[in-house]
């Protein structure tokens, strides 16, 4: 399968803790986007790369929260000092791009959900 | 301020009904708007989307209507099949962004036999 894949699938982790997430986009995909879903909502824009460089970050990415994409490859999402308030639905997604005219269709992978106790 | 609102959280239709979902905006300066279907345990996948140029796209049995002047959007599925049974979600991009979806809240669509 050449999916967009995210590990772990779940998380359990107590109030304080560090956690983080990984995403393997598409292997040709440049652009790669996370989103967080809370129950009953729809996925929130958090952060946006194009190759290594992160382009765009949302006002929802507290200082608490870094992503990466080293190489423009896999990217991973840290979230330090869990709050309760962190649990959601973490999901990444990957395009291709170049430019900002066209529209590229975003392939989502499965999510991360965390529970943050 | 939710910018893309979907109204109806469910909807319940008939197999081999038509099935229209919703989606309101409030924002003039998006230029795409998209259809995404969501099975759970599963990412949301792609299903149909729209220029805000056309009023009009069809893809097999869905089709999306666009009326910008009243800032609405409608999905029909025809006809509607079990296997379309799940979340729906609007989205629509800013003009001029290479990135961010702007979501709605989601239908629970669930067809009946």
């Known amino acids: 399968d050449t999916g967009v894949s995210q590990n772990p699938r779940h998380k359990i982790t107590k109030r304080g803790q560090n956690v983080t997430f990984r995403c393997d986009p598409i292997s040709e995909h440049n652009r790669l986007y996370w989103y967080r879903q809370t129950l009953g909502q729809g996925p929130e824009f958090l952060t946006y790369f194009q190759n290594e460089a992160q382009l765009e970050k949302s006002r929802l990415l507290s200082d608490r929260f870094s992503a990466e994409r080293p190489k423009g490859s896999f990217s991973t999402l840290e979230i330090q000092r869990t709050e309760q308030g962190d649990s959601a639905m973490y999901l990444c997604?990957?395009?291709?791009?170049?430019?900002?005219?066209?529209?590229?269709?975003?392939?989502f992978g499965p999510g991360t959900r965390l529970t943050v106790t | 301020d939710q910018q893309v609102k979907q109204n109806s959280p469910s909807l319940s239709v008939q197999e081999g009904r038509i099935s229209i979902l919703n989606c309101d905006y409030t924002n003039s300066m998006f230029d795409y708007f998209l259809w995404y279907k969501k099975y759970p345990a599963e990412g949301p996948t792609f299903l149909i989307s729209i220029s805000s140029i056309k009023d009009k796209n069809e893809d097999g049995r869905f089709t999306v209507f666009l009326n910008k002047s009243a800032k609405h959007l409608s999905l029909h599925i025809v006809p509607s099949q079990p296997g379309d049974s799940a979340v729906y979600f609007c989205a629509a991009r800013f003009t001029g962004t290479a990135s961010k979806l702007t979501f709605g809240t989601g239908t629970r669509l669930q067809v009946t036999l």
């Open positions: 997604a990957s395009s291709l791009g170049g430019g900002t005219g066209g529209l590229y269709e975003q392939y």
